[in-house]
């Protein structure tokens, strides 16, 4: 009967210290779990970018897995690098007198292959409009040669200009691919550098101020003055 008894009270015990154990645990991963973010209880593009305020002064930190590159208090910009999905990027947060107004993501892309550059362009677009609906503005021109242009003594370019809008009311999102590939590719190019981009950026208008003046019309005077 004693034996019984040791055994029952050992059970317990041992019941207990795991009971305690698993609820440290649960307390412990509680902690970690906590999302590291600036103070804002809502993350809809609305009222800010992942969590970021609009209007959030320049000094203000901004929580980030991407890695800070640069941060230019004369300019008033933050440069972040890392990955949005399978994208490679560069994101600019720029600031105004109002505060943080918009962010500029920049998408490493190939340099070489117009029909690539649009590829991901329509995939960039496909992914906004999943979320926020279809654009509201479209603007799509293709120019040039084609990918089988191949003299190499007479190179030209292969352009692709495309542009969407979306109103997320008060922000607006611009999607915007500026192509331009010079054809036949070759090892001896005739202008040498990186010609195209492809960017996507979030704004608000309601902080989009600056106090700095802007340059005086310059007064052209009638042709009734002059003669």
């Avoid at 994101?91 to 292959?113: H, L, P, R, T």
Wanted: hydrophobic content about 40%; aromatic content about 12%.
């Amino acid at each position: 009967m004693k034996q019984l008894i040791l055994i029952s009270t050992l059970i317990s015990v041992c019941l207990g210290q795991a009971e305690t154990l698993a609820l440290d645990s649960l307390s412990t991963q509680a902690q970690v779990e906590l999302p590291s973010i600036v103070d804002s209880t809502d993350l809809s593009i609305e009222n800010g970018y992942k969590g970021y305020p609009w209007g959030s002064a320049f000094n203000s930190l901004i929580k980030s897995s991407f890695t800070l590159l640069l941060d230019d208090s004369t300019n008033l910009n933050k440069t972040f690098a890392g990955k949005l999905g399978i994208d490679s990027v560069m994101v600019v947060y720029a600031f105004a007198d109002s505060g943080f107004w918009k962010v500029e993501i920049d998408f490493m892309i190939k340099q070489n292959n117009i029909d690539e550059l649009i590829s991901n362009y329509r995939r960039l677009e496909k992914n906004i409009s999943a979320v926020y609906g279809s654009p509201k503005m479209l603007n799509q021109k293709e120019s040039g040669v084609s990918s089988a242009f191949a003299d190499p003594l007479n190179q030209k370019f292969s352009r692709a200009s495309y542009r969407s809008n979306w109103n997320v009311n008060p922000v607006i999102i611009e999607l915007y691919l500026n192509g331009n590939i010079l054809l036949p590719i070759t090892d001896l190019p005739l202008f040498s550098g990186n010609f195209s981009f492809l960017k996507l950026v979030y704004y608000n208008p309601d902080y989009m101020h600056s106090s700095k003046k802007m340059p005086e019309k310059e007064i052209i005077p009638s042709i009734f003055d002059i003669y």
